[in-house]
């Protein structure tokens, strides 16, 4: 019987402390230093922002004369895009994810449809730009409308929003499908009343940072060819928009230093926006799992 070196076992134990030590100093030092650099990110577009965000700034249409020239058509833009592309993307994504994941037969045909949607998800988000003005604006004959721009912001999203959903609806525990059908439950039953109450904290979770993306996207909808400058607002989703990102973008290529604040301020507006939609996911969440 071979006996045991207790220096071999100490020297080794030693190393991987040692290693343990030291990528935790290494993670600890990149934390660090992302939480740095978001730091000086935020400090000098608050800086240069925040004392051009007032009730004239939100209020105002955009103009050639920074003093004059504000976020009014951007914001109303985007809210009207998310008219769209949340009651699409969610709708389409989560009823997809259910589709996969409750009713669809484990195949090579549905395993080949899984693969892909999980790669639509890293397709660069010009694709879905070129894709968008191929079918919403030139074949379909939408223009530079809401409807074009909507439904092209939710392909972006839908795959994120698809994988998210079936991640939370394969997360609840088996045994409560289990025990709806002992109850005598139908499966469509068991999915409204089991499955999706458990599974709404993980699927919320997904698509607002999909519905985050949407907002902050500026490619897709340049390839589609919506204005940088628009003086008025839309009245219908078949009326040309324009939205935050856009103008930020519009604002960030003048060489004018008072432009520069202008696009700093509304970055400030589209954080705040960001930070509203997360919490009201946050607090649905928290919600529904107390039920629970």
């Not at 993307?89 to 994810?97: E, M, N, P």
């Not at 060819?225 to 103008?247: E, H």
Request: aromatic share 8%; hydrophobic share 55%; proline share 4%.
């Amino acid at each position: 019987m071979k006996l045991v070196d207790h220096e071999i076992v100490k020297q080794k134990m030693k190393s991987r402390l040692y290693m343990n030590v030291v990528f935790k100093g290494i993670f600890l030092l990149a934390t660090l230093f992302g939480l740095l650099v978001l730091g000086i990110l935020l400090y000098r577009v608050i800086s240069q922002g925040i004392g051009y965000l007032d009730w004239q700034f939100m209020n105002s249409l955009p103009s050639r004369k920074p003093e004059e020239a504000g976020i009014y058509t951007a914001l109303n833009g985007t809210i009207w895009l998310m008219f769209v592309v949340a009651p699409v993307s969610l709708i389409l994504g989560v009823g997809t994810a259910i589709y996969l994941e409750e009713y669809a037969k484990k195949n090579r045909f549905t395993t080949f449809i899984q693969i892909n949607i999980s790669n639509l998800a890293g397709v660069p988000s010009v694709v879905f730009g070129l894709l968008g003005l191929t079918i919403f604006v030139r074949a379909l004959a939408l223009g530079t409308s809401v409807l074009a721009a909507g439904l092209t912001m939710s392909l972006l999203i839908l795959p994120v929003i698809i994988v998210a959903a079936q991640e939370a609806i394969r997360a609840v525990p088996k045994q409560l499908r289990e025990a709806s059908f002992g109850m005598g439950a139908t499966k469509w039953q068991t999915i409204v009343r089991v499955v999706m109450p458990a599974a709404i904290p993980g699927i919320l979770t997904g698509a607002i940072l999909a519905l985050s993306r949407a907002i902050g996207e500026t490619a897709p909808l340049v390839v589609l060819g919506l204005p940088l400058f628009l003086a008025f607002l839309p009245n219908s989703f078949l009326d040309t928009l324009t939205v935050l990102p856009m103008q930020i973008y519009n604002w960030t290529s003048r060489p004018q230093v008072e432009f520069q604040a202008l696009a700093a301020a509304a970055i400030l507006v589209l954080l705040v926006l960001l930070i509203a939609m997360n919490s009201i996911a946050v607090i649905i969440r928290n919600k529904f799992q107390k039920r629970l």
